[in-house]
């Protein structure tokens, strides 16, 4: 018979190794999550030629380009303007998703040019030409996106500027929504973004490693809040209680066959604004692919909702 000593040692021995290899195991995913570096479940393939934005990819990475640059929070980012054809105020910041850059956003970038818009494309903190080691997930980047529109309103105090993002971007754009934004900012189009942080990688730990929330996600969230200043719980990390105070008019798309950003998240973020709004879903689009899914639609539904407002 074991003694209560004895066993009590034990106990305490099989906890105290499974803090160890949870509190490890934190770390890890936290690198996997957050830190910059590749992420083997993101493809960066190049764009077949096959695919309907190929050529607006090419075309759009011929046009001439000003490379901009800000400082915030210590980090010098860096992005694309691209002045449109015939002179205007109205331009539109797009920005790319979580491991992208503003190169993976030509195909959006000569929708708007098309459009006869003026084109800033930033590289996300963390992301392409800018600084950081951290990922935003829409958190920081919101904060630099407001000093993108500041930057540009004092270039132009009559600058109309439209909130365009992708995935991550997506999610940048909606945090940014519940903010107080200039008048300038005119609308907001996002396309497959997440409802909030919590949510969707909540979500990628079940979909990606069939691992519950508890208690791995919980001790992941509090290094985000040590090292990058926000715990994924946090109401500012919240796509969905940013927009419950927006007013802007906002277009959601998504696409209806979405198996990393669940489709289901575009009707939380469409109940919860606060402004005109209006939803395009694209059947059988993938994450990320309805506009290489439904060129015509998208741009179709894109150029009514500018004209609208």
Known sequence: MIKKKT?????????????????????????????????????????????????????FLKLDK??????????????????????TDKTVIVVHGFNGSKEQMAAYGMLFHKLGYNVLLPDNRAHGASDGTLIGYGVTDKCDLTKWTDQLIK???????????LSMGAATVMMASGQDLPKNVVNIIEDCGYSSVWDELTFQAKDMYNLPAF???????????????????????????????????VLFIHGDAD???????????????????????????????????????????????????
Do not use: C
Request: hydrophobic letters at 40%.
């Open 7 to 59: 066993l009590f040692k034990i106990i305490v021995g099989i906890v105290s190794f499974l803090a160890i290899v949870s509190i490890g195991a934190s770390f890890y995913f936290f690198h996997v999550a957050q830190v910059r570096g590749d992420k083997s479940f993101i493809s960066h393939a190049a764009t077949p030629q096959a695919s309907p934005v190929y050529q607006d990819e090419k075309d």
């Open 155 to 165: 270039t132009n105090p009559k600058s109309k500027i439209t909130y365009f993002g």
């Open 66 to 87: 000003e490379n901009l640059s800000l400082k915030n929070d210590g980090l010098n980012l860096k992005a694309w303007y691209v002045p449109a054809e015939n002179k």
């Open 215 to 249: 208690p791995l996600l919980y001790e992941v969230s509090a290094l985000s809040k040590i090292r990058a200043g926000f715990a994924y719980g946090e109401a500012d990390a919240s796509s969905v209680k940013a927009l419950a105070h927006n007013k802007l008019p």
């Open 259 to 309: 198996d990393f950003v669940p489709t289901a998240m575009v009707d939380q973020n469409y109940a919860a604004t606060k402004g005109p709004r209006e939803k395009f879903i694209v059947k059988g689009a993938k994450h990320a692919k309805s506009l290489e899914t439904d060129k015509a639609g998208y741009y179709a539904k894109v150029t009514a909702f500018l004209d609208n407002y």
